[in-house]
């Protein structure tokens, strides 16, 4: 089940209730033609995965929650893991950067609607 959040305050309360369990975050718009393809498979993923729980936050609808975490881009998923963001593992990219001197940002984040992506994602951080 894809729980739908429309505010801070149900933001903060859901992340609560997860305890330990991996939170998927898609932020999304109803205009957004990658985000209606990937909505049903994000709700089918919340049927497979039982042990993760699953939300959806509409950015313009709830443009605080899309403010507060940097939403640039739709869709957009952030994961949280004991309600703080889960840092993306870029071990190749590290390593490119720290040759090059360039130490980019922690990656908390990725953009579209890549479904096998995001289910690779999810089974990595389970």
């Given at each position: 089940m894809v729980h739908i959040i429309k505010d801070m305050d149900e933001f903060k309360t859901?992340?609560?209730?997860?305890?330990?369990?991996?939170?998927v975050v898609e932020f999304s718009a109803?205009?957004?033609?990658?985000?209606?393809?990937?909505?049903?498979?994000?709700?089918?993923?919340?049927?497979?995965y039982q042990n993760v729980m699953f939300a959806s936050v509409d950015v313009d609808n709830s443009w605080e929650l899309a403010q507060t975490y940097h939403i640039r881009a739709i869709p957009t998923f952030q994961m949280f893991k004991q309600a703080q963001q889960v840092l993306f593992s870029r071990f190749k990219r590290a390593i490119c950067c720290?040759?090059?001197?360039?130490?980019?940002e922690p990656i908390f984040e990725f953009c579209g609607a890549d479904a096998k992506k995001l289910e690779v994602k999810i089974q990595e951080l389970m």
């Amino acid at each position: 089940m894809v729980h739908i959040i429309k505010d801070m305050d149900e933001f903060k309360t859901f992340l609560k209730s997860a305890g330990c369990k991996l939170v998927v975050v898609e932020f999304s718009a109803k205009w957004c033609d990658a985000c209606k393809k990937i909505c049903p498979l994000v709700h089918a993923m919340s049927l497979q995965y039982q042990n993760v729980m699953f939300a959806s936050v509409d950015v313009d609808n709830s443009w605080e929650l899309a403010q507060t975490y940097h939403i640039r881009a739709i869709p957009t998923f952030q994961m949280f893991k004991q309600a703080q963001q889960v840092l993306f593992s870029r071990f190749k990219r590290a390593i490119c950067c720290c040759r090059s001197g360039f130490v980019g940002e922690p990656i908390f984040e990725f953009c579209g609607a890549d479904a096998k992506k995001l289910e690779v994602k999810i089974q990595e951080l389970m």
